[in-house]
């Protein structure tokens, strides 16, 4: 009888210990993604960020059977939202749009995070900034720019202090002209900023504003570039009044830093179809986003390190308001 209870004994424990053998193995191939993916979107509704993660999503959501639930987290210049990214698991349930608004932040201010804490997945949009004033204003040429703001001080709507917008504005007062930055962290407040005689210019991409340009309520006065926009030929660009001030704006996704590269993987190849798909062309078209938008893993954390430097380039050039 002794035998035979320690052979059941035996037994139990080789069944228990197959049991784990087999659910630890099962848990290592589990398939990913097995659940929604939270896409973070550091903006407010209705904002260029917003709607990148909007049509990416939806497109990821058709090709890996999974949702992705867009969640806003504005505040901060885009900290809110980074700081919701960064204090997730780094499990691949988390995403997050990065723009170059917070981007920026690296070359202005000490944020408390850094490139070595997150993982760039795609760059998935790129387009030309631009300084617009509302059409039924005094302010219709970049001339009338120049001409009002050595006179009397002109208020700029901006996503936020040490953003892009905050860095061109700077670039300007230290040449003599008399801005200052607004901040406005909800788009759609930001947009109409002009519109209600909150601000006297946005600085904004075309696209993000596009349904106001073409009902004629708002107008680019100078978009910075090196050559005139195709769509806008009479609007001068920021090279060509002697002005080395480009800046564009780009959406990147990433991941947290310690991310299973095999998951990271999976989300950039998933990327990559969404930047091939057609729907997704006809929107970065309707952006009026540069041909080089898309550029996947392996480019993306060059072209950022080479866009960070130009950032600090200027921003040592330029005196900021105190």
Not at 28 to 33: I, S, V
């Amino acid at each position: 009888m002794h035998s035979a209870y320690v052979f059941k004994r035996l037994a139990q424990a080789l069944a228990a210990l197959l049991f784990v053998s087999v659910s630890w193995i099962a848990s290592a191939q589990e398939k990913y993604p097995s659940r929604p993916i939270e896409f973070i979107v550091p903006w407010g509704p209705g904002g260029g960020a917003d709607q990148v993660a909007r049509k990416a999503g939806k497109l990821l959501e058709e090709d890996l059977k999974v949702s992705f639930p867009v969640v806003n987290s504005p505040g901060a210049t885009g900290n809110t939202g980074m700081a919701k990214l960064l204090a997730a698991p780094a499990d691949g349930y988390s995403l997050s749009v990065m723009t170059w608004d917070t981007y920026a932040l690296l070359a202005t201010s000490k944020p408390h995070w850094g490139l070595n804490d997150i993982i760039p997945v795609a760059l998935m949009i790129k387009q030309p900034s631009a300084f617009l004033t509302a059409t039924n204003g005094e302010l219709k040429t970049w001339a009338d720019v120049e001409r009002v703001a050595k006179t009397r001080t002109l208020k700029v709507a901006v996503t936020g202090f040490g953003s892009p917008d905050d860095i061109t504005v700077n670039y300007f007062v230290a040449r003599g002209l008399k801005l200052i930055s607004v901040p406005f962290a909800k788009p759609g407040e930001r947009y109409t900023a002009v519109l209600g005689g909150h601000a006297d210019l946005l600085y904004e991409q075309i696209g993000d504003v596009r349904s106001f340009v073409d009902s004629k309520q708002i107008q680019p006065v100078i978009i910075f570039g090196e050559k005139r926009f195709s769509v806008f030929p009479d609007v001068p660009v920021s090279k060509e009044l002697g002005y080395d001030l480009t800046l564009p704006q780009r959406r990147a996704v990433i991941m947290k830093a310690g991310t299973d590269p095999q998951k990271v993987k999976k989300i950039a190849d998933a990327l990559a179809k969404v930047a091939e798909n057609p729907e997704y062309k006809a929107y970065l078209k309707e952006q009026y986003a540069s041909d080089d938008s898309y550029f996947g893993a392996a480019d993306a954390l060059k072209i950022m390190q080479d866009e960070l430097a130009q950032m600090k380039r200027i921003a040592a050039q330029t005196a900021t308001p105190k």
